[in-house]
T-cell receptor, first 112, second 115 residues
Framework: GQQLNQSPQSMFIQEGEDVSMNCTSS?????WLWYKQDPGEGPVLLIA?????ELTSNGRLTAQFGITRKDSFLNISASIPSDVGIYFC????????????FGAGTILRVKS | EAGVTQFPSHSVIEKGQTVTLRCDPI?????LYWYRRVMGKEIKFLLH????????ESGMPNNRFLAERTGGTYSTLKVQPAELEDSGVYFC?????????????FGPGTRLTVL
């Protein structure tokens, strides 16, 4: 089945630093999504991307849909303590039955 | 408006026992999804309901898992008998419309531990 390789697995950064994480696959997707899971909560959608090459921002978050349709990245600028959590990427395509395929997550910890 | 709720939040059972997880979607959402995350791994799709019908159950691991959504409202996921490898966090999500642009709202999950 389709698999997403998400990296890094975890990050421990200083408050104020920028963060970059990415997701790659050998499969092509038509939609890329980024979620954040806070402790004790379910994942919450941060950004959705629908076109190859698309670059979308949401506050301090920026995500891009790779040109090859096989990858995506998420950047967080000027990290703050509340950015702590697990970030998941997900891909979706009609040819895979429109099921969302998730990565294993990137754990982000922020030192203040 | 209430979000997706799941019950229980935690369940610890012994191998061979039965457990039933419940999900209450956001009111008016016809689409309901079950996912599972085994520790440290990816979130995996289990199945998708549209109202009370199973639209896609291709992710269900085996016939020890039974999902129902009577009346198209809340859903239950029963594991019988539970095995050690069933441990993980089970998430439920709901959305208004299916497809690539729908926003799926996730519940907080049920953490299942099988000893």
């Amino acid at each position: 089945g389709q698999q997403l390789n998400q990296s890094p697995q975890s990050m421990f950064i200083q408050e104020g630093e920028d963060v970059s994480m990415n997701c790659t696959s050998s499969s092509i997707f038509n939609t890329w999504l980024w979620y954040k899971q806070d402790p004790g909560e379910g994942p919450v959608l941060l950004i959705a991307l629908y076109k190859a090459g698309e670059l979308t921002s949401n506050g301090r978050l920026t995500a891009q849909f790779g040109i090859t349709r096989k990858d995506s990245f998420l950047n967080i600028s000027a990290s703050i303590p509340s950015d702590v959590g697990i970030y998941f990427c997900a891909g979706q395509a009609l040819i895979y039955g429109n099921k969302r395929v998730f990565g294993a997550g990137t754990i982000l910890r922020v030192k203040s | 408006e209430a979000g997706v709720t799941q019950f229980p939040s935690h369940s610890v059972i012994e191998k061979g026992q039965t457990v039933t997880l419940r999900c209450d979607p956001i009111s008016g959402h016809d689409n309901l999804y079950w996912y599972r995350r085994v520790m440290g791994k990816e979130i995996k799709f289990l199945l998708h309901f549209v109202k009370e019908s199973k639209q896609d159950e291709s992710g269900m691991p085996n016939n020890r898992f039974l999902a129902e959504r009577t009346g198209g409202t809340y859903s239950t996921l029963k594991v019988q008998p539970a095995e050690l490898e069933d441990s993980g966090v089970y998430f439920c999500a709901s959305s208004q419309d299916p497809g690539t642009t729908d926003t799926q709202y996730f519940g907080p999950g049920t953490r299942l531990t099988v000893l």
